[in-house]
Structures are given as structure tokens and as C-alpha cells.
């Protein structure tokens, strides 16, 4: 099932985000001994992670994840792990121990490979499993990508693999990535988009004939998936039906 929150402006819609996965995380505790958080970095998400750090939620009890990293250092300035310590591990305190992050200091294949290998061993995964995230974060780029599969990216046809380099020409850098198998196997999915550059890429995700090497961020909203769409209303503003 898919829903749609549409909020008037950008801080809403990361609090009503931030909200529903602290009650889906909530959910997930109250039937396991831990819950799984995969998430993701750019500029949208750091109020939402605010709002998160400032709620009193037993963190030790949530391992992180993350759904893609730029091959750059954790203390870079462009890392999407450096953005969630910032913002969200270190302000919630969050043991050291829950923290997976990717390893992206390494050779891009090298990276990917340790991301895939950690993944399975802490799910268990016979060989062709996927692992069940409780709580999947991503967002949607201005051309519609999602995680970090661009359109026209060849992976976007992979189910069975976790997670693999990919080098963005159009921004000349190498990426890791989780893969669609593992985004599509996730319990429960948020989409956070806010600013009306994503206004046209919400439109298509939603209005356009599917076509996920077109529109990566299609993956899951019409795939029939548990996914949640938090957008404000310039990000919004296209849709037909609201």
C-alpha cells in the first residue's frame, strides 16, 4: 500500500517523517529484541534526523544502516554517514556497536562487497535471501533517482544482489549502493522529498507509465510495497490528485 502526506512546507513534513518512524521502530521492538533503520544522507533528511535525536526512544535498540554513501572518507564533508553522526547517532547517543556503517574509505567494489557481506551475516541470509529492513528511508533526486540508481543504470533490473558500486558519470564519482531486491524487501519504506525541484520527479514517479530505468524512485510506490510518501506542498504541487 502506498500513502501520500502532503504537508505545507518542508519542517512538517520531516516532523510527520520523523514521526512515523519512531512508531514504526516502536512497532517493530514490541514483537523483537532489536528493530533495523536503513538510511539515507543529502540535504533533505538532516530535520527530519533532528527531530529524531530529540525524542526520548531507546536507541540502543535500533542498528543502522545505510542506503548509499559517496566513496568519500566518514569524516567527509559529502558523507551521508558523517551526516546522520552528526545529526542523529551522536545527539541520540546511539551505542557505537549498532552502527553500520559503509565503509567507503575503501575501494569503491571493495566497499560494496564489505556493505553485502556485513548485511548478511547480521541477517542470517541463506544464499539468496534479502534482508528485512523495519525501516527503510530514502529520498528522490531531481531526474528521479533513488538510493544511488540513476536512470538508465543497469542495476536497476538486479534483484538478487545487496549491494554494488556504481560510478554516476553525470557527477563523475562512485557511489555504493543498496540494490532494488533489498529496497523492495524492506517491512516498511519513507519517502521524504520537499523543494519544487522534485516536484516534476514526484509527478512522474506517480503519473507516468512504469518504467523504473526511467524513474528509479518508482521502485516500491508502484511495485505495490508498504511505502510512505512525506512531501510539502512545492515538491507536491504537480500531482493531479492530492
Known amino acids: 500500500m502506498v500513502r501520500k502526506y502532503i504537508c505545507r512546507d518542508p519542517m ?3 516532523r510527520m517523517a520523523s514521526g512515523y518512524i519512531l512508531e514504526r521502530l516502536e512497532r517493530a521492538l514490541a ?5 533495523t533503520f536503513a538510511l ?3 540535504a533533505t533528511p538532516k530535520p527530519m534526523f533532528d527531530q529524531m535525536a530529540a525524542a526520548h526512544f531507546p536507541w540502543p535498540k535500533v542498528h543502522f544502516f545505510w542506503v548509499d554513501e559517496r566513496a568519500v572518507p566518514p569524516n567527509d564533508a559529502r558523507s551521508n554517514y558523517r551526516l546522520a553522526a552528526e545529526s542523529l547517532l551522536i545527539p ?3 551505542p557505537q556497536a549498532n552502527i553500520h556503517r559503509i565503509r567507503a574509505e575503501l575501494v569503491p567494489a571493495a566497499a560494496a562487497h564489505a556493505c553485502s557481506e556485513e548485511i548478511r551475516t547480521f541477517f542470517g541470509l541463506q544464499p539468496g535471501e534479502m534482508p ?3 525501516v527503510l528511508h530514502r529520498g528522490i533526486g531531481p531526474d528521479a533517482h533513488t538510493a544511488s540508481l540513476f536512470p538508465g543504470e ?6 538478487q544482489g545487496i549491494a554494488a558500486a556504481v560510478f554516476v558519470a553525470k557527477l563523475g564519482e562512485w557511489r555504493i549502493t543498496l540494490l532494488p531486491g533489498v529496497l523492495l524487501a ?3 519504506t519513507v519517502m521524504l522529498a520537499s523543494g519544487a525541484d522534485k516536484a516534476e520527479a514526484v509527478r512522474a514517479v506517480f ?4 518504467d523504473p530505468r526511467r524513474y528509479p524512485a518508482q521502485l516500491g510506490t508502484r511495485d505495490n510495497r508498504p511505502t510512505s510518501w512525506f512531501l510539502d506542498e512545492a515538491a507536491a504541487k504537480l500531482l493531479e490528485s492530492l
Do not use: I, K, M, W
Not at 31 to 35: K, R
Open 154 to 159: 543497469p542495476l536497476l533490473d538486479d534483484r
Open 31 to 35: 514483537t523483537q529484541e532489536f528493530a
Open 132 to 134: 528485512r529492513f523495519d
Open 207 to 210: 503519473q507516468e507509465p512504469y
Open 12 to 14: 512538517t513534513a520531516a
Open 40 to 42: 539515507s544522507g543529502g
Open 186 to 188: 524492506a517491512a516498511d
Open 92 to 94: 541520540a547517543r546511539v
